[in-house]
C-alpha cells in the first residue's frame, strides 16, 4: 500500500468487502479511521475484524456549516496512538478527496507542526481550506487545539 512519506497512513475512498483483499490497496493495513457520515454496515465490520483491521468512526459532514473539531480531535488522538504502536494506517472518507486528506493533514500537522502542501481548490491544503469555510476553526486555533492533543495520553 502507498503511503505518505511522513507516516505508514493512507488517505482512501470508503471500503467495500472486496477490495479489502487487495494487497496494493489494504495489505498490511492495521487501522482504519471512517470520518464518513456512513457507519459500516454489518459484513464490512465482520471482514474488518477478519482482516485484523482496528477501527473507529469519527464521522464528519461536508454540509455547510459542519462542525468537524469534535471528530477531528477524536481521529488525532486514535491515529497518534495507532501511530505509536506501529501500526498501517487508512483514513477514508466517500472519495477519499476532502475529509480524508484532511484528517490526514491534521495528523502531519500533529506530528510535525508544520502544514503538508497538497493543493485544493486554490488552497495550501485540504485543512486551510475546511478552516476557511468553517467546518473547522480558524487555522490559528486549529494549531492550538492540536498541540494540545500531543500531550493528551
Known amino acids: 500500500m502507498k503511503t505518505y512519506d511522513f507516516a505508514p497512513i493512507a488517505a482512501r475512498e470508503y471500503p467495500t468487502v472486496k477490495i479489502l483483499d487487495h494487497p496494493y490497496i489494504w495489505g498490511g493495513v492495521e487501522f482504519c479511521l471512517n470520518v464518513s457520515e456512513k457507519a459500516y454496515a454489518k459484513d464490512l465490520d465482520v471482514a474488518m475484524k477478519e482482516h485484523g483491521i482496528q477501527w473507529l468512526h469519527c464521522p464528519v459532514s461536508e454540509d455547510e456549516g459542519a462542525d468537524w473539531l469534535d471528530s477531528l480531535k477524536r481521529g488525532l488522538v486514535a491515529l497518534r496512538d495507532a501511530h505509536m504502536a506501529g501500526k498501517k494506517m487508512v483514513v ?11 484528517f490526514v493533514e491534521a495528523f502531519y500537522l500533529m506530528l510535525t507542526g508544520g502544514n503538508y502542501h497538497d493543493e485544493y481548490r486554490g ?20 494549531e492550538q487545539s492540536i498541540r494540545k492533543l500531543i500531550t493528551i495520553g
Do not use: A, V
Open 92 to 102: 477514508h472518507c466517500d472519495g477519499g478527496n476532502n475529509r480524508s486528506r484532511s
Open 123 to 142: 488552497e495550501y491544503n485540504h485543512l486551510i481550506y475546511n478552516c476557511k469555510i468553517g467546518h473547522l476553526p480558524p487555522l490559528e486555533e486549529l
